[in-house]
Every structure is written in C-alpha cells, then in structure tokens.
C-alpha cells in the first residue's frame, strides 16, 4: 500500500555529503533512524513511519549515499561507499540534525551501518532493528567459499566485480534493481508504481560509483578512504552490539533462507531481547511486512530509556 502523501524532502549538511532525508513526528520527540538497503530508497518506511509517529516518536528516513537527492560536496571526491563510510554518514546525519541519542532500524546496506552504528558508538544508539541480524564486514580476511546455492545468489556481486557489470549497472540500473526485488523477494507482489517511485533514487549520478566500489571493496577488489582504515580494523574483529536489539529475518529471503537458530548471535549481541523469522516475507521487510519493523522498534522503545 502507497502512502497517500510523502513527507518533504529536507537536506542536512555533513563534511562529505548533503544527505537528504524525511522526517515523520515532532521535531521533539525521541528520534529513530530508518537506513534502506541496496536496491532501495525512503519508500521502503512508508508504512513505518506512521505507527512510530502516532506513537510519539520522530521517524528519519536517509537516501544513502548514491540514491536519490543525497550529494557529494565536493565534486572531485571519490564516489566510496565502503562499510565503515556508510556507517560514519548515520553518525554524521545525527550530528547535523543535533542529536545525540538514537533508536536505529535497517535491512541490507542499512542494516550494516546500522550496526556499525551501534557497535562503535553504544553511547549514541539506544536500540536497534536489525534486518538480516549482525552483518559487519572482516574486508581484511580471506572469504569462505559459501554453499552453491548461495553464490548462485550471489551472482549480482561477482558481475559487479567486472567492468561489464558496471556497464551493466549503467546501462540497465533499473532493469538490474527490478530483477533483485523480484527475485530477493519471490513472495512479495508489488505494484509497477510502487517500483517506479524508487527507481528515480537510481539516476543518482553518483549510484553507480557507489555500487560498485561497495561490492568491490568488501572483496578487496578496490581500496578504501584512507581515513577509515582504523575504522576497517575495528569492524573486522566483529565488535559487540550493546544496545538492546531485536534481529528479524525473512524466511523467505531470496538471497539465502535463515537458519531456525543462530548460535553466533550470542556472541554478538550483549542484549538480544528476541529473534524472529518472519514466515512468507523476502528481502525487503519493511516493504512486506512493515508491521513486524514498527512493533519490533516500539517494543524496544517501551522498554528503554
């Protein structure tokens, strides 16, 4: 279901990026941070936001950099968007918007920074949703060679990795995108339209760059920013998340099912306050079952402080 109306698009001003976003709520009430994935843009919150404004809350909503009207400042910079880069630009919208403590959500590159976010700044975030569970990055090790099934669905990486896959993604970005949604997300029917209004975040001028230097980098296929080589080495020994946090999963996740249990998320969550595979819905969980993310979010909101 469409929003009958979308809130207006504002820009805040960081050291590297304009980074627009929308905001739902009292510009006073306690503020929650809603990250898209890859491919994807604001939309994916529309029918988060409300319940979390209608609850007394302030629902921000970014482009990442390389979507929609989020810009590089200086015209000569490099287009990155490495994990540690993405992560900083959560920190940085916060400052630029003046605040100091956060609820965070996210799913795909969202979910990355989102924890990224949480994990080096637990003074900052006080509770997160987590889409896809703990996804930070060791760029510095030697990748695992993962089940067939799962490179297979993996290929969209592997042909990015390749100069005819940045033609590609050039050329057919949003014939690529709409090909992902259908097949991370095989139970989802979703509406042209509802496509369309996000597909316009991909003529960014900078989303191709952007795209391809992140599944380069993280295979070591393209170097980093130099000024978060420290940060790199922080994330690659997988540092905790102290905030309370709620993982949720689609069990039908095109990009490879999740597994009943998670042994590992012991280990990574110093507060996990519960676990949830979410039957019938794909990659793009806000999108499917936006319900599931603004009851996860409030439930931690309610019971912190």
């Known amino acids: 279901?469409?929003?009958?109306?979308?809130?207006?698009?504002?820009l805040a001003q960081t050291a590297v990026l304009d980074i627009a976003y929308e905001e739902s709520g009292s510009a006073q009430a306690f503020p929650v941070i809603l990250l898209h994935g890859f491919p994807d843009d604001a939309r994916a919150y529309d029918e988060v936001v409300g319940p979390l404004a209608a609850q007394g809350y302030r629902a921000i909503v970014p482009y990442l950099r390389g979507y929609g009207s989020t810009r590089f400042r200086d015209a000569k910079a490099p287009r990155m968007a490495e994990q540690a880069a993405i992560g900083q630009d959560v920190i940085d919208?916060?400052?630029?918007?003046?605040?100091?403590?956060?609820?965070v959500a996210g799913y795909d590159w969202g979910g990355r920074a989102a924890c990224i976010a949480a994990a080096l700044h637990p003074d900052r975030v006080r509770a997160a949703v987590l889409v896809g569970g703990y996804t930070i990055q060791d760029v510095f090790g030697t990748p695992s060679p993962a089940p067939p099934e799962r490179e297979r669905?993996?290929?969209?990486?592997?042909?990015?990795?390749?100069?005819?896959?940045?033609?590609?993604?050039?050329?057919?970005?949003r014939a690529i995108c709409r090909f992902l949604w259908e097949t991370w997300s095989p139970t989802w029917t979703f509406a042209t339209e509802a496509y369309e209004r996000t597909a316009g975040s991909f003529d960014n001028p900078d989303f191709v760059d952007v795209v391809i230097h992140s599944y380069r980098h993280r295979i070591g296929n393209a170097p980093g920013e130099p000024r978060f080589l420290e940060t790199e080495r922080q994330l690659a020994k997988r540092p905790r998340i102290n905030a309370p946090t709620i993982t949720l999963y689609g069990g039908s996740d095109g990009l490879g099912a999740p597994?009943?249990?998670?042994?590992?998320?012991g280990a990574t969550f110093a507060q996990l306050v519960a676990r949830r595979v979410i039957d019938g819905a794909g990659?793009?969980?806000?999108?499917?079952?936006?319900d599931a993310v603004s009851s996860a979010l409030l439930e931690l909101l309610k019971s912190t402080s």
Not at 1 to 10: D, E, F, K, N, Y
Not at 96 to 102: E, M, P, S, W
Not at 259 to 265: D, L, T, W, Y
Not at 283 to 290: G, I
């Open 283 to 290: 990659h793009f969980l806000p999108r499917e079952r936006p």
């Open 259 to 265: 597994p009943a249990q998670n042994p590992n998320e």
């Open 93 to 103: 919208l916060a400052d630029a918007l003046k605040i100091q403590r956060f609820a």
């Open 153 to 173: 669905a993996l290929w969209y990486q592997y042909y990015f990795n390749t100069e005819r896959g940045r033609v590609g993604l050039e050329r057919n970005r």
């Open 1 to 10: 279901m469409l929003r009958a109306q979308t809130p207006a698009v504002r």
